[in-house]
């Protein structure tokens, strides 16, 4: 079942168009990455699935709503079908892990009962499900201020799970981590992708994570999707015309290394 059709799409900000006149379909159960160099729209393209977008021209139907003609009640109800993890996590740094991930049921919960941090045996249980996925059961009552940037990252997984939502979008899950918590970040996902068959679509700089942990690749540059395939059919040829770059990752590990600024020169007063 086809979730996300776009047809002859067009994105952008005012008159500025980003992305345009893309074609994209994605089935239910799949495991994507869209991938490209800087600025060239992928997170543009990533939240016009969650309808945060606007859409200059063509169609876009998500869940089989045609999403630029939603009033504010159907655009809420979609948004609760999509999950988004932010680079940033977006948690609330002095609740604990538990109340984070509950706070992704609110919608399912009465306002009372989410008002005073009441959760049922059942919700407790749920909740202890998520964090048991997400491998942070033993940090339930840790402040999530107090966790490290991988482990955030993967309570606001376990609480995009928790919304129970039909897709879950990741804007950049792991640019901010060292590689061992990166990979349980992706292992994370994968989890979600495949125990509770959410669509997953994920927009990462590290085209070594997304060779190994997605079932398809949306390669982007100047406005248009120029590779989308599975990622055994991403060559270096391909590579290098997504990114203009022979080795994107070696070359991105360059641009983190300190750069060497002109000493200002030092002004020496003139003394009577
Ligand atoms: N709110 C906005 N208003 C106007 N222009 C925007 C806005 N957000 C993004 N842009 C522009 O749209 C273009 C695409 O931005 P986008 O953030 O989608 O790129 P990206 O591929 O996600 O980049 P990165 O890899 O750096 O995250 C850029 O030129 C950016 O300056
Ligand atoms: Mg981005």
Do not use: W
């Amino acid at each position: 079942m086809n979730q996300i059709e776009a047809r002859d799409l067009t994105l952008g900000y005012g008159t500025k168009e980003v992305i345009r006149g893309v074609d994209l379909t994605i089935e239910k159960g799949e495991f994507i990455s869209i991938i490209g160099p800087s600025g060239v729209g992928k997170s543009t393209l990533l939240m016009s699935l969650n309808a945060t977008t606007d859409i200059l021209g063509g169609s876009l139907r998500v869940l089989g709503e045609e999403v630029g003609h939603l009033g504010p009640a159907s655009l809420k109800r979609l948004r609760t079908k999509v999950g988004v993890i932010f680079q940033c996590c977006n948690l609330v740094p002095r609740l604990p892990v538990l109340d984070n991930i509950a706070s992704g049921m609110l919608q399912r919960k009465s306002v009372l009962s989410s008002l005073f941090r009441y959760y049922s045996k059942a919700e407790h249980e749920e909740i202890y499900d998520y964090m048991k996925v997400v491998g942070m059961e033993s940090e339930a009552l840790s402040r999530c201020d107090r966790l490290s940037g991988g482990q955030k990252q993967r309570v606001a997984i376990a609480r995009a799970i928790a919304q129970t939502p039909e897709i879950i979008l990741a804007d950049e899950p792991i640019s901010s981590l060292d590689p061992v918590s990166a990979r349980r970040v992706m292992e994370t996902l994968r989890n979600a992708n495949r125990e509770y068959g959410m669509t997953v679509v994920s927009n990462l700089h590290q085209l070594s994570y997304a060779r190994d942990y997605c079932n398809r690749i949306i390669g982007i540059n100047d406005g248009q999707i120029i590779f989308d395939d599975a990622p055994e059919k991403l060559t270096d040829a391909i590579v290098r015309d997504i990114y203009g770059v022979e080795d994107p990752e070696a070359d991105m590990s360059q641009d983190c290394s300190p750069v060497l600024l002109p000493q200002p020169e030092v002004e020496v007063m003139a003394t009577a």
